[in-house]
């Protein structure tokens, strides 16, 4: 059905582009947690190709504790690492833990939420069970248990921390899975779709998945968020990967070796901004996201 | 039936935090670490000290822990022993009990963590309030989205920038600690060590509030907006009410509910919100205790933390569910 106040009037379709351009202006967020990021990984990307940081980010590499200079813009760390080098480094390693345990938790968790919603049963209670009995054990407690005891603290390595953050990661995503295929499911399409024969995988990938597609994505990344943020809490508490210049072990170090009391600002300043620069712009993007899924949100700005 | 409910509710948590104990007992056991070979490995790291008959000394202690019996046999005197309220030795400080640690620990914990979490829903609820409000001035209105911001960066970070940036710059409060330690010898049920405690807590309790505020800040705007447009509120202002009467009892009153179910589970996780942030500042709660335990492989220590963090969720978990059909007449439970 077409709707045209003035039968003659020419109509005009705006391109696809401007269509996005004036989407994006009505979403500030967005464009603001994007454009951060993109600043973060550019940081990382052309950071790695000018400096060396395989040697310059890791012990003896530099004097210890030199303010920033010339020759070390952002100043050195007790152990010798030449701090750029490790910022540099670092933004790369903690967006690779995120990366990673996101990934696990989006896929297990779209797999167990689709488990659950769709067949229902004891499929259902079962993983309604584990979700509730996870629920309980409050994150942080749960993994420093398994960081704690599992594994060997003086072995940890970038892939542990990411095992130990999607541990709890698939969660957020299985809910909110789970809880969209229900409301799907019983949709006039699914019906229709099942009774000219479709499969229920084809009618999982081909009818259902489609209509999540930004609701995984804002839950993608706050898996990712909450991967970051499970990884730090682990290396603030020591149980992290205490050979590689991640920001949560820079943190940790800086703070073990008491650098605010000895005046080294510079050691504890530049990764707790790179993090919060991590954090806010995977916030915003969520944030951005979740207007885009939820365009109820919007009528209150 | 309400009483079938309440019983049904009852048992689910019964078997859920069983459920949750279970996989806490059998998780690290698991792994080939043992925690007294740790314990000693710890030992000879940091002191050079070397016990000459490790694996006799291991065996002795193991003993008295009672590690070297059969699997099930521990987890069957591990469940008789929580169940009389027994959380075992501490391994770091052995002669004192995990109980009495925690008891220690867990007044400021409680203390910090109760106050915080009372200020951050007054103040977020607040402004989320007056930001789903339209008469509020646009700058009120803005202020959720920085929040929401803030409330992705961990406290332990916002905590660092105020300890270097107030109290090690500007030297306006102290670095760390619960008190003065110099100036008390223990803690005392007096005027002037109240007022030192709430100076030490001013700092740690600000980076929770930063951190939070966000969260009930949104939940309260998101609430306040579907309320806004219900007939009742359309009607109150038609009859020429009174501003302030619409904005508390019609919209405030309404809108609220949902955060104040919020605020039970926050209180469920009152013992673990704070970890970080305790650590970080030195405070004796039992963030510190857990970064000690973490250090010294205390595992009995880090299982009794795990489990007081897991009965006070399940409890506000089940508090939140009673509570709801008093908070709000338009549920009813009955069996569905």
């Not at chain 2, 299982?303 to 006070?312: D, H, N, R």
């Given at each position: 059905?077409?709707?045209?106040?003035?039968?003659?009037?020419?109509?005009?379709?705006?391109?696809?582009l401007?269509l996005v351009?004036?989407?994006?202006?009505?979403?500030p967020?967005?464009?603001?947690?994007?454009?951060?990021?993109?600043f973060?990984?550019?940081?990382?990307?052309i950071?790695?190709?000018?400096?060396?940081t395989?040697?310059?980010a890791?012990?003896?590499?530099?004097p210890p504790?030199?303010?920033?200079?010339?020759?070390?813009?952002?100043?050195?760390d007790?152990?010798?690492?030449?701090?750029?080098?490790?910022?540099v480094?670092?933004?790369?390693?903690?967006?690779a833990?995120g990366?990673?345990?996101?990934?696990v938790g989006?896929?297990?968790?779209?797999?167990?939420?689709?488990l659950?919603?769709?067949?229902?049963?004891?499929?259902?209670?079962?993983?309604?069970?584990?979700?509730?009995?996870?629920?309980?054990?409050?994150?942080?407690?749960?993994?420093?248990?398994?960081?704690?005891?599992?594994?060997d603290?003086?072995?940890?390595?970038?892939?542990?921390?990411?095992g130990?953050?999607?541990?709890l990661?698939?969660?957020?995503?299985a809910?909110?899975?789970?809880?969209?295929?229900?409301?799907?499911?019983?949709?006039?399409?699914?019906?229709?779709?099942?009774?000219?024969?479709?499969?229920?995988?084809?009618i999982i990938?081909?009818?259902?998945?489609?209509?999540?597609?930004?609701?995984?994505?804002a839950?993608f990344?706050g898996?990712?968020?909450?991967?970051?943020?499970?990884?730090?809490g682990?290396?603030?508490?020591?149980?992290?990967?205490?050979?590689?210049?991640?920001?949560?072990?820079?943190?940790?170090?800086?703070?073990?070796?008491?650098?605010i009391?000895n005046?080294?600002?510079?050691w504890?300043?530049?990764?707790?901004?790179?993090?919060?620069?991590?954090?806010a712009s995977?916030?915003?993007?969520?944030?951005?996201?979740?207007?885009?899924?939820?365009?109820?949100?919007?009528?209150t700005? | 039936?309400?009483?079938?409910?309440?019983?049904?509710?009852?048992?689910?948590?019964?078997?859920?935090v069983?459920?949750?104990?279970?996989?806490?007992?059998?998780?690290p056991?698991l792994?080939?670490?043992?925690?007294?070979?740790?314990?000693?490995?710890?030992?000879?790291?940091?002191?050079?000290?070397?016990?000459?008959?490790?694996?006799?000394?291991?065996?002795?202690y193991?003993?008295?822990?009672?590690l070297?019996?059969?699997?099930?046999?521990?987890?069957?005197?591990?469940?008789?022993?929580?169940l009389?309220?027994?959380l075992g030795?501490?391994i770091?400080?052995y002669?004192?009990?995990?109980?009495?640690?925690?008891?220690?620990?867990?007044?400021?914990?409680?203390?910090?963590l109760?106050?915080?979490?009372?200020?951050?829903?007054?103040?977020g609820?607040?402004?989320?309030?007056?930001?789903?409000?339209?008469r509020?001035?646009?700058w009120?209105?803005?202020?959720?989205?920085?929040?929401v911001?803030?409330?992705a960066?961990?406290?332990?970070?916002?905590?660092?920038?105020?300890?270097y940036?107030?109290?090690f710059?500007?030297?306006?409060?102290?670095?760390?600690?619960?008190y003065?330690?110099?100036?008390?010898?223990?803690?005392?049920?007096?005027?002037?060590?109240?007022?030192d405690v709430?100076?030490?807590?001013?700092?740690?309790?600000?980076?929770?509030?930063?951190?939070?505020?966000?969260f009930?800040?949104?939940?309260?705007?998101?609430?306040?907006?579907?309320?806004?447009?219900e007939?009742?509120?359309?009607?109150?202002?038609?009859?020429?009410?009174?501003?302030?009467?619409?904005?508390?009892?019609?919209?405030?009153?309404?809108?609220i509910?949902?955060q104040?179910?919020?605020?039970?589970?926050?209180?469920?996780?009152?013992?673990s919100?704070?970890?970080?942030?305790?650590?970080l500042?030195?405070?004796?709660?039992?963030?510190?205790?857990?970064?000690?335990?973490?250090l010294?492989?205390?595992?009995?220590?880090?299982?009794g933390?795990?489990?007081?963090?897991?009965?006070?969720?399940?409890?506000?978990?089940?508090?939140?569910?009673?509570?709801?059909?008093?908070?709000?007449?338009?549920?009813?439970?009955?069996?569905?």
């Amino acid at each position: 059905m077409e709707l045209a106040l003035d039968p003659h009037a020419p109509v005009t379709q705006p391109s696809q582009l401007t269509l996005v351009l004036r989407y994006l202006r009505r979403n500030p967020s967005l464009v603001v947690g994007v454009l951060l990021l993109l600043f973060l990984v550019g940081f990382g990307a052309i950071g790695s190709l000018l400096i060396d940081t395989s040697t310059r980010a890791y012990p003896l590499a530099a004097p210890p504790v030199q303010p920033p200079s010339a020759q070390y813009p952002l100043g050195t760390d007790r152990d010798g690492r030449d701090l750029l080098a490790v910022m540099v480094r670092g933004v790369l390693l903690t967006g690779a833990v995120g990366l990673m345990a996101g990934t696990v938790g989006i896929v297990v968790g779209t797999v167990v939420g689709f488990l659950a919603g769709y067949f229902g049963g004891w499929v259902d209670a079962v993983i309604r069970w584990l979700t509730e009995v996870l629920m309980t054990i409050p994150p942080l407690v749960l993994q420093v248990i398994v960081a704690s005891t599992i594994v060997d603290k003086n072995k940890v390595t970038i892939f542990t921390m990411a095992g130990v953050a999607s541990v709890l990661a698939w969660m957020g995503t299985a809910r909110m899975v789970r809880a969209q295929v229900l409301s799907l499911r019983e949709r006039a399409f699914v019906s229709m779709a099942r009774l000219s024969g479709m499969g229920d995988l084809e009618i999982i990938f081909r009818e259902l998945m489609p209509n999540m597609l930004p609701y995984l994505a804002a839950s993608f990344v706050g898996a990712v968020m909450g991967a970051i943020g499970a990884s730090f809490g682990l290396e603030a508490l020591g149980l992290g990967p205490v050979r590689e210049p991640t920001i949560g072990m820079t943190i940790r170090w800086a703070v073990y070796h008491s650098a605010i009391f000895n005046q080294w600002w510079w050691w504890v300043l530049w990764p707790v901004l790179a993090l919060i620069l991590i954090f806010a712009s995977l916030a915003l993007i969520n944030r951005g996201l979740d207007e885009l899924a939820n365009p109820r949100v919007r009528r209150t700005e | 039936m309400q009483l079938t409910y309440l019983i049904r509710r009852l048992a689910f948590l019964v078997f859920v935090v069983w459920s949750a104990i279970t996989l806490l007992f059998f998780l690290p056991r698991l792994s080939p670490i043992n925690p007294v070979r740790e314990r000693f490995a710890e030992l000879q790291r940091s002191t050079g000290w070397a016990p000459r008959d490790l694996e006799r000394l291991v065996k002795v202690y193991e003993v008295k822990f009672g590690l070297n019996k059969p699997l099930h046999e521990q987890y069957l005197e591990y469940m008789g022993s929580l169940l009389r309220g027994d959380l075992g030795y501490s391994i770091m400080r052995y002669p004192r009990t995990v109980g009495d640690l925690i008891a220690q620990a867990l007044p400021w914990t409680i203390g910090l963590l109760t106050v915080t979490t009372l200020l951050t829903f007054a103040i977020g609820t607040g402004i989320g309030a007056l930001a789903a409000w339209p008469r509020s001035p646009q700058w009120v209105k803005g202020m959720v989205t920085p929040l929401v911001v803030l409330a992705a960066i961990p406290p332990y970070l916002l905590g660092l920038l105020l300890i270097y940036f107030v109290a090690f710059r500007a030297k306006l409060l102290p670095m760390g600690g619960a008190y003065t330690l110099g100036r008390f010898a223990e803690p005392e049920l007096s005027m002037p060590f109240l007022l030192d405690v709430a100076r030490h807590a001013i700092l740690p309790a600000l980076s929770l509030i930063l951190s939070t505020v966000g969260f009930w800040a949104l939940g309260m705007r998101g609430m306040g907006v579907t309320v806004q447009g219900e007939d009742y509120v359309t009607f109150a202002e038609h009859k020429g009410l009174d501003l302030s009467r619409i904005f508390y009892a019609y919209y405030v009153r309404n809108a609220i509910l949902p955060q104040v179910t919020a605020l039970a589970l926050a209180f469920g996780s009152i013992v673990s919100s704070g970890i970080l942030v305790e650590y970080l500042y030195g405070f004796p709660g039992l963030g510190s205790l857990l970064n000690a335990a973490i250090l010294a492989n205390d595992f009995f220590v880090i299982y009794g933390i795990g489990l007081i963090t897991i009965l006070a969720v399940a409890v506000s978990m089940m508090v939140v569910d009673l509570l709801y059909p008093l908070l709000d007449p338009r549920i009813r439970y009955t069996r569905a």
